[in-house]
């Protein structure tokens, strides 16, 4: 039994559209990975602001505590030592 082969001698020959097609999903992949990254910059920053401002916030608490604790510390101090 002999087996026929299909042998591809050349380049297929792509109508007009479909190369301007695959130009523009080529476009729109690459826009598309530009955007996503700086998309994901972004958001990587506003977590780092994010993470700066809870810290700094919770320095502040911590300062205000420590100066209202000492305020009260300090008044005790004098009503003790009144004479």
């Given at each position: 039994?002999?087996?026929?082969q299909?042998?591809?001698?050349g380049k297929?020959?792509?109508?007009?559209?479909?190369e301007?097609q695959?130009?523009?999903?080529?476009?729109?992949?690459?826009?598309?990975l530009?955007?996503?990254?700086?998309?994901?910059?972004?958001?990587?920053?506003l977590?780092?602001i994010?993470v700066a401002l809870i810290?700094?916030?919770?320095?502040?608490?911590?300062?205000?505590?420590y100066?209202l604790?000492?305020?009260?510390?300090?008044r005790?101090?004098t009503?003790?030592?009144?004479w």
């Amino acid at each position: 039994m002999i087996a026929r082969q299909s042998v591809c001698t050349g380049k297929r020959k792509e109508p007009e559209w479909e190369e301007g097609q695959e130009a523009t999903v080529t476009v729109l992949a690459i826009f598309l990975l530009i955007i996503g990254t700086l998309l994901v910059l972004i958001g990587a920053l506003l977590v780092t602001i994010g993470v700066a401002l809870i810290l700094t916030g919770v320095a502040l608490i911590v300062a205000g505590t420590y100066l209202l604790i000492r305020r009260l510390l300090d008044r005790d101090r004098t009503r003790s030592h009144s004479w």
